[in-house]
């Protein structure tokens, strides 16, 4: 590696080390990388070669001369008893058996010498440091710039891999080494392929722009304000070694790998006692191959020496161990051309667009099709149409395009535009302010049928029993519904109900009774049954409550409606959109002409109103009756159901497993109720 020579060196340096410490702070801060692993690594690279080859030029706040960036202010900070280290990385195996003679001639050894390696798969996650005081969970932390970083304590105790005191075991082994009084454990939080489409697919929903990669994925879940968010996140743990030990006692690093296993961590099975560098090779060259086995990321493998006394005397540079290596693998990527730009529609009505590309090999397998994620993604990477694009797999599952070779792009391209209208059904395309998706906002839209049909009919909408997800999908196939309206008119077909496999003659009587006696199902239910946007069984309500009709509703302006109490502007605009499209329009007549309920009954008062002034939040889950069940009788005994915990709310009812809610309610001295407690002040008990 010849000595760098740039016109002006310094100049070039402040460059890098801007650059550098800007995608850090992507990185380690914002959790929204702009750039590949890959790309990171030479511009640090060609840091450190600037730096060695001009040393009169380096100072103490440059990038090489830390790990990372530092801790986002939200959390408290945490200092690290050791500091986390980050580790060089080798791109080939010459510079692997480069690593394995420094090692070497640092111990005044012999080229020939052994020296007895572990290698270990090198996750793609987020670095952690779990602190145990006399075997128990004190304090998790991320690495932050590596000598303080976030408490995150409260988020790590969600990841059930980690135990909260060790060994985990009450009948441990007789082999099970003695925990120390003080101990930091080292481990990589991670997310599995799945766990990553399933968040994933649930931020589209939530008109959220969606995760890069499983590694981003598990770095925001980790860095949640609200605990329960992460403990919804089905995260995972790899442990891998020890920092700071009281009195540990080891003598190898295996041995620190065995312990941790035996008191209950989850140490990776896929690990090696090598003894020399060409067998730790050999492990590297089988999983270059076999990661694709994998449902978890990894990006190399870590080389270490495995003699902890060799480790002490090996030592470290300013930023890593030079008793260990990280081999990078190449990463997954090819280059090709965007053919066409296709808008998806989901089932949730989010529109994705997709880059159809020529064919080209990557990873293993022929692609032709990446993701785009959203139009802010689009303008961000400017991807147009005949753009020559470096792709690669996002998390080893979805093809995504990287970047634009912009030298090569042909002449007289069009940047993208979103469609104003579905490419499905027609309806009007809408992207709430704040929001990275774009939805379609038509009930009827083929595209997101299923879905629409399952909402309509569960339990807190119309709650037609015996409408489940098999005969929801027959319906649609068959194009027996091809709207919900369509639901009230399958008597008129009912031969054709019958013949549909398991349904039968009492089945399908049972089905359409449960139809009939939907029409009666209060307005509230109703217009939260239409799928609206934005709109919940409460907001639901505040609306019926309201207007009293859907007529009144489906007429007034976006600002009436933003008017009600907790609604606002964007659930208005959402609200007054959807009943401005000519398919919702027709979908609201049919339901009108089967005999649907559209109005509220005016009814003498009956009765006394107990709850009336009152302020009622659910939390948890309720043993005899739905949260919506419960909102209701709330509204009929005169109070109300807020969605939020504030000071004016007068009681919070928890469930079982009740979220963050329980907790700011005792905060503020709020009466908490029992389930039982709050039926006997409803007079059903």
């Given at each position: 590696m010849g000595k760098p020579n740039p016109l002006?060196?310094?100049?070039?340096?402040?460059?890098?080390?801007?650059?550098?410490?800007?995608?850090?702070?992507?990185?380690?801060?914002?959790?929204?990388?702009?750039?590949?692993?890959?790309?990171?690594?030479?511009?640090?690279?060609?840091?450190?070669?600037?730096?060695?080859?001009?040393?009169?030029?380096?100072?103490?706040?440059?990038?090489?001369q830390?790990?990372?960036?530092?801790?986002?202010e939200q959390f408290e900070s945490h200092t690290h008893l050791l500091p986390m280290l980050s580790l060089n990385n080798a791109f080939d195996e010459g510079e692997l058996r480069a690593f394995d003679a420094r090692v070497k001639r640092a111990l005044a050894l012999p080229p020939e010498a052994p020296i007895e390696y572990v290698t270990e798969l090198k996750i793609d996650g987020l670095a952690v440091s779990l602190t145990y005081e006399n075997g128990v969970l004190v304090t998790g932390a991320t690495r932050g710039d590596g000598f303080s970083g976030e408490n995150v304590t409260n988020n790590i105790r969600t990841i059930r891999s980690i135990p909260l005191r060790v060994p985990q075991s009450l009948d441990a082994a007789p082999d099970v080494p003695p925990v120390p009084r003080l101990m930091e454990v080292r481990g990589e939080v991670y997310m599995t392929h799945a766990e990553f489409q399933k968040v994933n697919e649930e931020r589209i929903e939530a008109g959220e722009p969606a995760f890069a990669n499983p590694r981003n994925a598990a770095a925001g879940s980790v860095r949640q304000l609200d605990p329960n968010i992460t403990a919804r996140r089905r995260l995972q743990i790899f442990v891998y070694g020890l920092g700071f030990v009281e009195n540990g006692g080891f003598t190898t690093h295996w041995e620190v790998l065995e312990a941790l296993r035996?008191?209950?961590?989850?140490?990776?099975?896929?690990?090696?006692?090598?003894?020399?560098?060409?067998?730790?090779?050999?492990?590297?060259?089988?999983?270059?191959?076999?990661?694709?086995?994998?449902?978890?990321?990894?990006?190399?493998?870590?080389?270490?020496?495995?003699?902890?006394?060799?480790q002490a005397e090996l030592g470290q540079v300013s930023r890593s161990p030079r008793w260990a290596i990280a081999y990078k693998y190449p990463p997954d990527q090819a280059t090709t051309v965007i053919r066409e730009i296709r808008v998806q529609v989901g089932r949730t009505g989010a529109l994705t667009p997709v880059a159809i590309m020529d064919p080209v090999p990557l990873g293993g397998v022929t692609v032709?099709?990446?993701?785009?994620?959203?139009?802010?993604?689009?303008?961000?990477?400017?991807?147009?149409?005949?753009?020559?694009?470096?792709?690669?797999?996002?998390?080893?599952?979805i093809p995504e395009v990287v970047r634009v070779v912009l030298e090569k792009r042909p002449p007289g391209t069009e940047p993208f535009k979103m469609p104003t209208h579905c490419p499905v059904c027609g309806s009007?395309?809408?992207?709430?302010?704040?929001?990275?998706?774009?939805?379609?906002?038509?009930?009827?839209?083929?595209?997101?049928?299923?879905?629409?049909?399952?909402?309509?009919?569960?339990r807190d909408a119309m709650d037609i029993e015996g409408l489940g997800t098999a005969l929801v999908e027959q319906l649609v196939e068959t194009g027996l519904v091809k709207d919900p309206g369509d639901l009230y008119f399958l008597k008129d077909r009912r031969s054709e109900l019958v013949s549909l496999e398991r349904m039968g003659e009492k089945s399908a009587d049972n089905l359409l009774k449960a139809i009939e006696d939907s029409k009666n199902r209060s307005l509230d239910r109703l217009i939260f049954a239409l799928g609206i946007r934005h709109v919940g069984s409460t907001v639901a309500r505040a609306l019926a409550e309201r207007f009293r009709s859907l007529d009144a509703l489906a007429n007034a302006s976006a600002e009436e409606i933003a008017e009600i109490p907790g609604v606002g502007s964007v659930i208005a605009s959402s609200v007054y959109t959807f009943f401005q499209q000519p398919s919702n329009k027709a979908v609201i007549e049919k339901l009108r002409a089967a005999g649907v309920k559209m109005v509220i009954e005016e009814a003498p008062e009956v009765g006394e109103k107990p709850f009336e002034g009152k302020t009622f939040v659910f939390t948890g889950t309720l043993a005899s009756m739905t949260r919506s069940e419960a909102e209701r009788l709330v509204a009929q005994l005169g109070g109300h159901a807020a969605s939020n915990v504030s000071k004016n709310t007068d009681y919070v009812v928890a469930g079982e497993n009740p979220g963050s809610k329980l907790t700011k309610a005792q905060q503020l001295g709020i009466t908490i109720l029992t389930e039982e407690e709050f039926k006997r002040m409803a007079g059903i008990q």
């Open positions: 002006d060196p310094q100049a070039r340096i402040e460059e890098l080390r801007r650059l550098i410490n800007y995608h850090n702070y992507r990185y380690y801060v914002l959790d929204s990388p702009e750039i590949s692993d890959a790309e990171y690594d030479r511009l640090f690279r060609e840091l450190v070669e600037l730096e060695t080859a001009y040393p009169s030029l380096v100072t103490p706040d440059s990038p090489t830390r790990v990372g960036a530092p801790p986002a035996k008191w209950g961590f989850r140490v990776s099975d896929h690990r090696r006692l090598c003894p020399s560098i060409e067998e730790a090779l050999q492990f590297i060259r089988e999983w270059e191959s076999k990661r694709e086995e994998l449902d978890y990321d990894i990006d190399g493998v870590v080389v270490k020496v495995n003699s902890l006394a060799l032709s099709r990446a993701t785009l994620h959203n139009e802010d993604e689009i303008a961000r990477k400017d991807v147009r149409v005949g753009d020559t694009v470096v792709i690669q797999r996002a998390g080893e599952v009007a395309v809408e992207r709430p302010e704040g929001e990275a998706v774009a939805r379609c906002t038509g009930i009827a839209c083929p595209a997101q049928l299923r879905e629409r049909i399952r909402h309509f009919a569960s």
